[in-house]
């Protein structure tokens, strides 16, 4: 539900693109918190390197796509 909250009001001001790639990079921080911190009951998944330079990579992905919506 709050994603297509997120959608309808982020949408017509971002675009569709930074929009999705935003809300994918939120729903995958809460995933991976979830697994660091075993909420919910799930078994924890230590927070290793791979999962920090993703979410790096997704931010800078994320930044980038904002930066060329602005110039353009």
Same mark, same amino acid.
């Given at each position: 539900m709050a994603?297509? !909250?997120s959608m309808i009001v982020a *949408?017509?001001?971002l675009g569709i693109g930074l929009a999705v790639v935003g809300i994918l990079f939120g729903q995958v921080t !809460? $995933? %991976?918190l979830i697994d660091t911190f075993g909420?919910?009951?799930v078994?924890? %998944?230590p927070l290793d390197y791979n999962r920090v330079i993703g979410m790096v990579l997704m931010l *800078? $992905?994320?930044f980038f796509v904002y930066r060329s919506k602005i110039g353009a």
């Open positions: 994603a297509v !909250i *949408a017509p001001q !809460i $995933g %991976i909420w919910f009951g078994e924890k %998944i *800078a $992905g994320v």
